[in-house]
């Protein structure tokens, strides 16, 4: 396990900066559990089941209740906040052990947090809200106030943010517990999670594989239950991808639904490809008590980016698709740039299966729009300053690139210092691609309602949240199969469907690869090496109908 | 009158082309009303009455009618649609003469329309639908499939639009017809409307003075009643700056509830400041009516921009401010940087006393968040590419930049050429302006709700359209009162309140101006000269607060 977190090349000063941080991590961490409590030389490379085996079964018990029950156990004194705080940061820190995970626990202020809800359900005895005693972890890069916010920079080490994010406060304000903050990677522009502060994060399925990223710090500990919640953000996949390839659940909105303030200073202005704060959770219910919790606010008063439109509860989304009574699912087996690899596919077949026997259910094929173009526009725009801003924090410090740095600023084509007229131009481009991608929903309608306008369309298209398993470290160069949705900035559910299995899934040695990145992921695939590594798909719905695609989430996933 | 027409100096080959442009505006004029039966040699310089002398009885009724009984009797085949056609296009036909506002009439294909919505109503015995009939103006650089669409630059005279702008097919299926295009100015950037293809668009209450701009045809045309409801678009006051000055009704609302297809081509891209394709009328019905046509389709579902949300009628928005039960309106009797001229604030005075007597209103100050930097961001904005991009079509064809060209490419401090990585930064200050007027608005707050969510709050602002009477031509360069609300993307109405009365408003020779552009707005006052000049003031909403805004204006206009 030491490669994980092998010290960078670094000026003696900058070393010292980064000892001290990772001297805080471990410090936090034996606060909790000693060090010398993690078998770690005995592991195998699945730890998945590890903490089962090392931790007591009262632990294991509480970390496992299902969320609905573990609130209901809390809401109604049954379990304490205190007792539940301790489980999860316990396994926390055994997490942090077997995958590198965490940033830091935070146990001192979780189990004063913890006994001050304890004291308040019994004085008023009620809970606080609808999250009381809950432990969340939270992804490094978002604002806790007074709490050092470093983003992985190694230049930005010390740097502490002065108010929470907007999303911390909802979650906060409705009984929450913060337990644990996690990991990401250098720049945040891998869909790995590797820094030159905290080393390598991985997969808790097999540790020789990525956990995904860029939320990896999420994704990991989540799926070995040292947490059941947590706040990740998506760009390009970064929720969606760890959440995939964990076997974790994982949502990434449209903009303008969940509040982004707490992760502004980085984005600031960047508008053409909008971030997105969301939920990463052991269960589906995870992701809707969430969404809920963190939208149903009137934030958009506050952070006028924000749509004005609470969560949409009450609208009957399965059953009004207008013109058909049937709930139509686009099923995009391929994005027409790289085939999944043959587990993908399988699982792709196993749903789809599943939902044919329903009545209520139409199944088509999704023909993809150009994800090729797709992808050049979605890259163009988010590298548009060819990286300059992310390599001037990194020389600050003097930090070596991280090989998927070094892959997305000076080796991939799209990486280029753009001027305004050009950014207008991409900016032209993406508008378009969105108006042509619309139409290809539009298309797919039965009929016009009164007014003239589509229905019937397809609802919800079920594809892939990457095209393979987990790879081996620092090989994770398609973005494609979350990105696009990025770009079109359309709602993505991602949900664990089964595991990689040698047996049912051979390589298809026949298979002749279209292109390089095709190539490249048709080589990837091991069936030795990824038996038993999960397998996700995504369903993704259209813009702004984030209510609707997680509903349907929660009948198909 | 000649002046308003004078031939810009252009290569012959341009000239030959502007003179094509002008003929056939003047033979689609001459289909209508022989060029002898409008005695401009007569006319006085408000020429605001002349329709009443000129045109016989039956077209003044018929054009003059309120629009829910215009469009009631169309309904009742009380009035066919061609004689309302043949009225609206006989009043465009002087008013064309009197201040230079058309670009083309449309009157063969509109009576062909009109004929068609007569043999509709006739065979099926009902409208067509709720806008049955109704001749509707159009400004030039809106989209009309098959028409030349020349944005008033002469190097694109001759291109042809392909499609329909998305609001004129959704006013199209609503039953109207499209009887008059009118004038903007050179580069769509000037608050007034002057341009070397069709020469200068002046005031119908003094001729001496600007219509405002850039939607000044429409401005000028719906004064004289050649159009009672036409097509506008605002990016910094474009709508409510004619509206005002020429003594009519105007909206524009917030980003995203308007579709823009058929206008992307110049602005695509560019989404910093965004342009919004909105109604001007001669009434407040007009506005409402126009509104719920256009925003009641799902017309997000083709253009992905535009917010998932039809018109909300079902919400009492009067009724529902929270805390308190009271209508809370915030006046801002002057935006801290320019002194709005007497006649103005008397016409702000003369609103809050008549609302000051309702028990249900309550009056508050509302003070400016620093308008003078919301300025310098919408500009630097605005004008990001130092007018390379406007400079470049006017090079084309060796245009000379009209006046108010020249002071906003070359004169402007802040029409400067930015580099990428200084609009992200522009693009980052104009969200935390954005944030902190959101504030602003918050801390009006008189409690909160069971959510903590800030309620009572201020619910409109009531404010100047501009600081001052329409100046004399070629003098407009303070759009701030308007272009601020288009920084903040928020709704705003702008609607007549009285006129400038040389006894009542005297020049306030005691007054210090505070800054050049105070000083200058200041002297441009002139009472005799402006004696009769419409004053305006706008009711100003928050973002994607767009019914309640108008709405609100339907009790106070």
Known sequence: MRSLTSVPTLSPEWATLVDGVRRKRDESIAAVMSPESIPLHEVPSNVSQVPREVLPVQVCTVTETPLPELLQQLASREVTAVAVTEA?????????GLV????????????????FLDDYIAQHGKPLGPLHGLPISVKEHMAMADWEVNFSFVAQIGTKATTDGEVLRILWEAGCVFHARTTQPQSLLHVETS???????????????TCGGSSGGEGALIALRGSCLGVGSDTGGSIRVPAGLCGIYG?????????????????????????????MSATLEGLELWMKVVCSRKTWLKEPTLLPMAWRDEVDWLGKTGGSSKFKIGVMWND?????????????????????????????????????????????????????????RLDQAGEPLRPLSQWAFNENPHCRETTLDELWEWTGKRDTYRHKYANAWNVTATGVDAHGDPVGCVDVILTPVAPGVAPPLDHSHNW????????????????????ADAGLDPRNDLYTPQNKLDAENHHLYDPQMHHGAPIALQLVGRRWEDEKDLLAASHIG
Request: charged share 20%; aromatic share 8%; net charge positive.
């Open 88 to 96: 999860f940061l316990r396994r926390a820190a055994l997490a942090q």
């Open 251 to 279: 949502m990434k909105a449209s903009s303008g639904r969940v509040p982004m303030s707490g992760l502004l200073p980085l984005t600031m202005g960047r508008e053409q490809i909008p971030s997105v704060v969301g939920p």
């Open 100 to 115: 590198n995970c965490v940033t830091e626990l935070l146990p001192t202020a979780a189990l004063k947090r913890a006994a």
């Open 336 to 392: 027409g740039v790289v085939q999944p690899q043959p587990p993908v596919t399988r699982a792709l077949r196993q749903v789809v299966d599943r939902l044919r026997v329903h009545e209520e259910v139409e199944i088509v094929d999704w023909k993809p729009h150009d994800h090729s173009r797709g992808g050049e526009i979605f890259a163009r725009l988010l590298f548009a300053d060819g990286g300059k801003f992310m390599k001037q």
């Open 480 to 499: 494609l199969y979350t990105s696009i949705w990025n770009l079109l900035d359309y709602p993505a559910v991602s949900f664990p469907v089964t595991h």
């Open 195 to 209: 820094s030159n502060i905290y080393g390598v994060t991985v997969n808790p399925f097999n540790t020789n594989l």
